[in-house]
C-alpha cells in the first residue's frame, strides 16, 4: 500500500499502533470544525445526543458540557477510537451522563427513537452507503430530530477536481452540497438544508425529520 493509501485506511478505521497514533491527530485536527458543527446544531441542556463515527471523543466532551440533563452517547467502528474515547469522557461516562459503544452505521446499537439529535463530523464520506446509513440515523431520531453531517472534503471546495484522485485512493467519496440534501430527503427528511463556512471549507449538510 501507498502512504496515501495507509492514511486512507486509518482514516476509514484505525486500528494497530498507527491507528493509536491516528486518534489524538484526529481530535485535534477536527475540534474546530467539531465546534462549528455544535454551534449549528443548537443543543439544548436536556437533549440527547449521538455523535456517529465519534472517534477519540472530543466532541462528546463537547457536546456533554452542553447537555447536562439530557445525555450523550457516541458509536464507532474501530475498537481503538472506542476506547480513546472512554478514556476521553470517563468522568462523564462513570456518572451515567454519557455512553460510548462499538458499532455500524449499518446497524446502530440504539433503540428507536432514542436522541433528539445527532451528528457525524468527517465521517459521513467513508459510508459505503450513505442513504441506507441516513435511514438508519433517522430509526434512533426522535420526531423532529436534527442530524448535522459536517465535512471538509466536499464538492464546494474551490477547484474541487484536484482533489478526486486522492479522495479514489483513500478509498472515500466527494459530494455537494445539493447531493447531500438529496440524500437526506430520499432518506426521509422532509426538511434539508446545508450551510457552508465563510473562509473555509467546511461544509455542514443538516436533516430535520
Not at 180 to 205: D, H, I
Request: hydrophobic share 45%; with cysteine.
Amino acid at each position: 500500500m501507498t502512504l496515501i493509501e495507509i492514511l486512507g485506511a486509518q482514516s476509514r478505521k484505525p486500528s494497530g499502533l498507527l491507528g493509536r497514533l491516528m486518534g489524538p491527530l484526529m481530535n485535534w485536527r477536527h475540534r474546530p470544525l467539531s465546534r462549528w458543527t455544535i454551534e449549528l446544531m443548537n443543543i439544548r441542556p436536556d437533549d440527547f445526543v449521538l455523535d456517529i463515527g465519534c472517534g477519540g471523543g472530543t466532541a462528546i466532551k463537547e457536546i456533554a458540557k452542553i447537555a447536562k440533563v439530557g445525555g450523550v452517547a457516541g458509536v464507532d467502528y474501530s475498537k481503538i477510537m472506542v476506547q480513546q474515547a472512554l478514556k476521553r469522557n470517563a468522568t462523564t461516562v462513570q456518572a451515567m451522563r454519557v455512553v460510548i459503544k462499538y458499532g455500524n452505521i449499518s446497524k446502530l446499537p440504539f433503540e428507536d427513537e432514542s436522541f433528539d439529535k445527532a451528528c457525524t463530523i468527517e465521517s459521513f464520506n467513508f459510508w459505503t452507503e450513505p442513504i441506507a446509513g441516513l435511514k438508519e440515523v433517522h430509526r434512533v431520531l426522535r420526531r423532529k430530530g436534527l442530524v448535522a453531517i459536517a465535512t471538509g472534503w466536499s464538492k464546494e471546495i474551490p477547484n474541487h477536481q484536484k482533489y478526486v484522485a486522492m479522495a479514489h485512493k483513500m478509498r472515500f467519496s466527494l459530494y455537494s452540497g445539493p447531493e447531500m440534501v438529496e440524500m437526506l430527503t430520499a432518506a426521509g427528511f422532509p426538511q434539508a438544508y446545508f450551510k457552508l463556512r465563510a473562509g473555509s471549507n467546511w461544509l455542514c449538510a443538516i436533516g430535520v425529520k
